[in-house]
């Protein structure tokens, strides 16, 4: 095996293990958020609990997630390589204290203040709204601190804690949205309830794992903290990756208030439909991007560019054999696919058309998407994060232009293919930005790329065409045999799903496609137990 499919076997293992655990979560956030359709539709409830949720989860992605893997990592990997466990220690420390203390602050404020804020969505249920708010909350600081113990892990290669602890956070919700919401004035008060136990968990479950692998801590003073060279250095690479990412947030905040001016149930259309989207990113692109970070990183401190360049752009190749494919089959069965899983008690027929018109318009931008995640974490290594930053301010003006454009004539569907347009401009522009890197060979790459992905496309277009054909009587057939949801829409898109992939795998394997045969070489290796 050449060093070359040696590296695109090794990112496709990683991932793999991440992604079967991070499916797992996804998997149950979908059950997440089909319980909160049975329990609370697209109602004026259900748009509540979903602002509500958004905002704290909007800060965390701001200051904990995004922080953490922008500026925390790539320092902590300097650390590491440098190899004196004391000046380790005093950093994670300081870095330790300054979150705890920021992120409580943050806490503190946004109870106070989200009376204020909340008027903003134009929310019918206004006092629940802002009682959920206050209620989810703590959160940010419970998933801020969880953050911080994921990007210690990552930086020593161990992903599987960081992958199982959302599956606590979802089965935890899913659990108190059923057992408390007899005791509570309303399911969404007993769904926040399992969102904080949730959060909570998902950061005392990775805590013996850092402290397993040797790393310890401790509280500092705050002064003694914003002193540490180690702090310092985080916070001067978060102060402009604070914009950027303020900026992308703000898309969700905007566009989410957008929304609420659309009518009541046009929010929670455009969080499920969401859901379904970040169901296959979060098991694809993210868990490629989490595991590609600190090898990116490692390779840009120790100048070993040919290695950058090659992971880089495998990641990117699996993406597109990911992504494309998956966009074209559920464009074709998207309503089939909502039917299966949101249609029940109180997702009535009008919250199946609504969520379908949003997911029409957000699936073109999965492949765009999916790339900026791994894209990010290319300027990450490198300490650089101004790239990103001016991309995602530019992108964020697209799409609210957009989104306050489209909203009018096209209600959610509009919010949605601002959002799917924004996206690729972001691409487009961190693309661009990669490529004044000497040492990153972007403009060889494209070539090769963009007739990757037209090869794609084309075979995208060939495996539906039976599906076309053989849709109407499959779902013909397992209609007349009656039964529930499983039966009449999930028999069929299974049906459907094995005759699209069985095609397609036909095609690039005809073709001699090189990332299937990194995929099955992979397989084939785990199954025969083989080392290197």
């Not at 420390?93 to 134009?122: D, E, N, Q, R």
């Not at 709204?129 to 703590?138: E, G, I, K, S």
């Amino acid at each position: 095996m050449s060093g070359t499919e040696k590296n695109r076997a090794s990112l496709l293992r990683s991932g793999s293990a991440l992604s079967f655990l991070t499916l797992a979560s996804r998997i149950l956030g979908l059950l997440r958020e089909m319980t909160k359709a049975a329990l609370l539709g697209t109602s004026a409830l259900s748009d509540a609990f979903s602002v509500a949720f958004m905002i704290p989860n909007l800060f965390r992605r701001l200051f904990a997630e995004g922080s953490i893997a922008v500026a925390f990592i790539p320092t902590l990997k300097e650390y590491l390589l440098a190899g004196d466990r004391e000046k380790t220690k005093e950093f994670i420390s300081c870095v330790f204290t300054f979150l705890s203390f920021f992120v409580s602050l943050a806490v503190a404020l946004g109870v106070l203040l989200t009376p204020l804020l909340i008027p903003l969505f134009k929310m019918k249920a206004f006092d629940e709204t802002v009682l959920l708010t206050r209620v989810m909350f703590p959160f940010l600081a419970f998933i801020s601190i969880a953050a911080l113990f994921q990007g210690i892990l990552n930086s020593v290669h161990v992903f599987a804690p960081s992958g199982f602890a959302p599956i606590l956070l979802n089965l935890v919700t899913i659990v108190c949205a059923y057992g408390l919401s007899p005791f509570t004035a309303n399911p969404a008060r007993a769904m926040a309830a399992g969102i904080i136990i949730g959060g909570f968990l998902e950061a005392a479950v990775q805590f013996p794992f850092v402290w397993r692998k040797g790393f310890r801590f401790f509280f500092t003073g705050i002064g003694r903290a914003l002193k540490n060279p180690g702090t310092r250095k985080v916070l001067a690479l978060i102060g402009p990756t604070v914009i950027g990412m303020a900026a992308y947030q703000l898309n969700d905040l905007v566009s989410t208030a957008l929304a609420g001016r659309a009518g009541e149930g046009v929010v929670s259309s455009l969080q499920y439909s969401l859901r379904l989207q970040e169901l296959i990113l979060g098991v694809f692109a993210v868990s490629i991007g989490t595991v590609l970070l600190p090898d990116l990183a490692e390779y840009a401190k120790t100048g070993r560019w040919q290695e950058y360049n090659q992971r880089l752009t495998q990641a990117m190749d699996i993406i597109a054999l990911i992504t494309i494919p998956i966009t074209f089959f559920f464009l074709a069965q998207g309503e089939a696919l909502i039917r299966l899983l949101f249609q029940t008690r109180s997702f009535i027929e009008e919250s199946v058309a609504l969520t379908y018109r949003a997911f029409l318009f957000h699936m073109p931008g999965l492949f765009f998407i999916a790339l900026n995640r791994i894209l990010a974490p290319a300027f990450y290594a490198q300490s650089d994060s101004r790239s990103p930053t001016l991309a995602g301010v530019l992108s964020f003006a697209v799409n609210i232009a957009l989104a306050a454009a489209l909203v009018g004539p096209m209600k959610g569907s509009g919010v949605a293919l601002a959002l799917t347009i924004a996206s690729a401009a972001n691409t487009a522009l961190l693309l661009f930005f990669l490529g004044r890197n000497p040492h990153i060979a972007v403009a060889g790459a494209l070539g090769p790329a963009a007739l990757y992905t037209l090869k794609l496309i084309l075979f995208s277009c060939i495996a539906a065409i039976p599906v076309y054909f053989l849709a109407p009587r499959l779902g013909a057939f397992f209609a007349a045999l009656g039964g529930n949801r499983l039966i009449r829409y999930g028999a069929p898109l299974a049906v459907e799903g094995l005759i699209f992939a069985a095609v397609g795998l036909a095609l690039l394997s005809l073709t001699g496609d090189k990332q299937l045969r990194a995929v099955m070489g992979l397989f084939r290796k785990k199954s025969g137990g083989g080392g290197e």
